[in-house]
Nanobody, 121 residues
């Protein structure tokens, strides 16, 4: 059974930092590209950042140069370091895995339950 469990969300002031974690089980983490998505109230879920098994990364334009995605295969854990947070970063953040080693758009699969990030102005 696939499980993706996010943690690390919370309330932070604008300009602050948070680090999200996603622990995976029931999958071959080493062979899976991974990603972070977010969904703000009243908006569609959007891709934030993604990482391949060889640690090639890609970021959405609004978070480039502020967020860093990384992975620690020995711990089956995905991270998202978020710096210089803005109120518009407020959302529920979700972890997702890809069934392939690269982040092909057609092979994204399982979701985590999400963790709330709230940035106050």
């Amino acid at each position: 059974q696939v499980q993706l469990v996010e943690s690390g969300g919370g309330l932070v002031e604008a300009g602050g930092s948070l680090r999200l974690s996603c622990v995976a089980s029931g999958i071959n983490f080493n062979s899976s590209a991974m990603g972070w998505y977010r969904q703000a109230p009243g908006k569609q879920r959007e891709l934030v950042a993604e990482i391949t098994t060889t640690e090639i990364t890609r970021y959405a334009e609004p978070v480039k140069d502020r967020f860093t995605i990384s992975r620690e295969n020995a711990k089956n854990t995905l991270y998202l370091q978020m710096n210089s947070l803005k109120p518009e970063d407020t959302a529920v953040y979700y972890c997702r895995r890809n069934s392939r080693s690269y982040y092909y758009s057609s092979t994204w699969e399982d979701w985590g339950q999400g963790t709330q990030v709230t940035v106050s102005s």
